[in-house]
């Protein structure tokens, strides 16, 4: 079942003529000319779509918080500011198929009732900007963006907005004060973007694939969307995969399908490289805590674990992770897990905007010290240390960067602490090239 | 070095900038402010502080919300860089596709470390965070264009190209 990707390889998908052939912007005709924007938005809510970004909240709820005062402007805002690493569905959707998230942007304009819409990418994707400003010209050249579409009465301007490389401004409000042309510090909630965000105005923040759902939720219908997945997770997702699998790429896939099927079946990833074991998955991007090989394919109780929000959070932290933004990051038995650490606790440090005290200090501490143990300096007192300072960032900063650094440093020790202490106890074994850590009696070891 | 006097942006791309300021309301025109800096990297390959002066005057905006702007997010070169700047992704899953290996050649290629710029001023190299290339990596970019699924060898290709 696909609803974003289904045509996504069809020669020339990128060109209007193509995308409109394939099935392209009937669902702007629809909503523009049969249904009001509160039946839109009532589709959205039926539909059950939960944020794509990575929070998952439900969509059709969030953009009914939108304040709508007379005469001040309301906007929608894409958050294509995609950067958690093990990430990357929305650049992959936005560079194959410019239509599928332009068409997306234009129901949810219309639902909200913007006139005026901005993408903002991230800046490293500038030729993905360019693949999105040009299909935007043919959009208007066809009467599909600005004034009057399609002889409905309704404007909307769209325009794509450059970031300039931060992590950071993947959250709403430091978006927003990017788009501002500020540096990226997120704001203080409340008051939220619905009510103040861009430039004080009520505002809607969604991500790129979410956005993209909702011409299928117009076309057929917020209650046949809700028939795709398992319980709450309903719909398709794209689930982006890197490291150790046979075929790396972007999937779509229906909510609920079993983790195994999903890294070992033909249809998807393809198994783990040749000749080698799975050890452990990053299941929702960098910040989502990391899980060993017998806990990602099954829960506690012997269930099968599924790719859906609730199936992957089942056990909580202790035993659980979370779906995220679908950064699926897979790795076999040679992956060192403290270096693997080190280099999201690196990111973390270099991306903390340095507004609150507890993530510009912890994160710079969790990069000092990962850096010593993998370096064969650990101390023994150092994953305590670790563990401490997690905890102390966490719930303490004013957006969730803080959490997203705590949570995969905490996880790594939780589920690898042995491997830690076997850098700390044997550094010029630890320290060796190519030298890994091989836990006895587990499945991935050799 | 540059000097106040022949910091203009060419006709073309002053056109293009007040396109951009028209893409926000009447008085927001500090919206335009990454857009801009990123039109004036382009000409100027790096923002030195009469460049973004330059930026400042165009946006009616003080030269200081351009440095604290500027500084804050890393695409911005805040000193000379060379003709290509690579710029390469050094997070998790790009090192677990070999990405250390990748990139520890390519620096001995060029014979800099990260940061440095070769003696004839041809490349400079950089390390950044998550490119959102995952699946492809390792990977480095270099302006806008992404270099992906790259080998030692593919490394050597690509410099003797640029090289030319």
């Known amino acids: ?57 439900p969509m059709g709820m969030k953009w009914s918080f939108l304040a709508k005062p007379e005469g001040v402007p309301r906007y929608l805002v894409c958050n294509a500011d995609e950067s958690e690493p093990g990430t990357f569905k929305d650049h992959y959707l936005m560079m194959k198929s410019p239509h599928t998230l332009i068409e997306g942007m234009i129901v949810s304009s219309y639902a909200l009732g913007a006139n005026t819409s901005y993408i903002y990418i991230r800046g490293e994707l500038m030729y993905v900007a360019t693949i999105l400003e040009k299909a935007i010209q043919e959009a208007k050249d066809k009467g599909l963006l600005g004034k009057n579409i399609l002889g409905s009465g309704y404007d909307l301007e769209l325009h794509v907005q450059l970031g300039g490389g931060a992590y950071i401004c993947g959250e709403e409000t430091a978006l927003l004060e990017s788009l501002e042309g500020k540096r990226g510090n997120p704001r203080n909630k409340p008051p939220f973007p619905a009510v103040k965000g861009l430039w004080q105005c009520p505002t809607v923040v969604n991500n790129v694939e979410s956005i993209a759902a909702t011409s299928w939720i117009v076309n057929n219908g917020g209650d ?102 679908g950064g699926f990051v897979v790795m076999d038995e040679t992956t060192c897990i403290v270096h693997n650490t080190l280099t999201f606790g690196r990111f973390y440090h270099h991306e903390s905007c340095g507004q609150c005290s507890p993530c510009r200090e912890g994160t710079g501490w969790m990069d000092k010290v990962l850096h010593r143990i993998e370096h064969g300096k650990g101390r023994q007192e150092d994953i305590d240390l670790l ?23 905490a996880a790594a020790i939780r589920h690898f602490r042995d491997e830690f202490e076997w850098h700390i106890n044997h550094p010029e074994k630890a320290t060796a090239k190519g030298a890994v850590f091989m836990r006895e009696g587990a499945s991935w070891s050799l | 070095m540059t000097n106040t006097q022949t910091i203009q942006f060419p006709a073309s791309t002053l056109e293009k900038v007040h396109e951009i300021i028209k893409r926000y309301p009447e008085g927001k025109q500090k919206s335009a402010l990454l857009p801009v800096l990123h039109l004036a990297q382009a000409e100027w390959k790096w923002c030195s502080s009469e460049v973004m002066d330059y930026v400042a005057s165009l946006l009616s905006i003080k030269p200081v919300e ?99």
């Open chain 2, 66 to 164: 351009v440095y604290e702007v500027a500084s804050f997010y890393t695409m911005f070169h805040l000193e000379p860089v060379g003709d290509h700047v690579i710029e390469y992704c050094r997070t998790g899953p790009c090192c677990l596709m070999g990405g250390v290996e990748v990139y520890d050649h390519l620096k001995a290629k060029l014979g800099i470390e990260t940061g440095e710029t070769t003696a004839d001023g041809k490349f400079t190299v950089k390390e950044v965070e998550c490119l959102a290339a995952c699946g492809w990596g390792p990977v480095f970019q270099i302006r806008e264009k992404y270099y992906m699924n790259l080998t030692t060898q593919k490394v050597d290709e690509i410099i003797e190209e640029l090289s030319k």
């Open chain 1, 387 to 409: 563990v401490d300072v997690a905890k102390k960032i966490e719930g303490n900063t004013i957006c969730p960067l803080g959490d997203a650094a705590a949570w995969p440093v």
């Open chain 1, 224 to 325: 046949e969307y809700a028939k795709i997945g398992i319980g709450r997770s309903t719909g398709t997702k794209l689930i982006s995969v890197s490291g150790h699998v046979r075929k790396p790429g972007v999937y779509e896939l229906p909510l609920g399908i079993t983790v195994e099927d999903f890294i070992y079946a033909d249809e998807w990833c393809g198994g783990i490289r040749d000749g080698h074991k799975l050890k452990a998955v990053v299941a929702g991007g960098s910040s989502v805590p990391i899980l060993p090989a017998e806990l990602i394919l099954k829960t506690t109780n012997g269930e099968n674990r599924l790719m859906s929000y609730e199936s992957l959070s089942d056990g909580g932290f202790a035993t659980g992770t979370m779906l995220g933004s």
């Open chain 1, 1 to 57: 079942m696909k609803i974003l990707t289904e045509h996504i390889d069809v020669q020339g998908i990128e060109t209007i003529d193509v995308f409109r052939k394939n099935g392209g912007y009937a669902a702007v005709e629809k909503a523009l000319k049969k249904m009001t924007p509160d039946e839109v938005t009532e589709e959205v809510k039926k539909s059950g779509l939960r944020g794509r970004g990575g929070a998952g909240f």
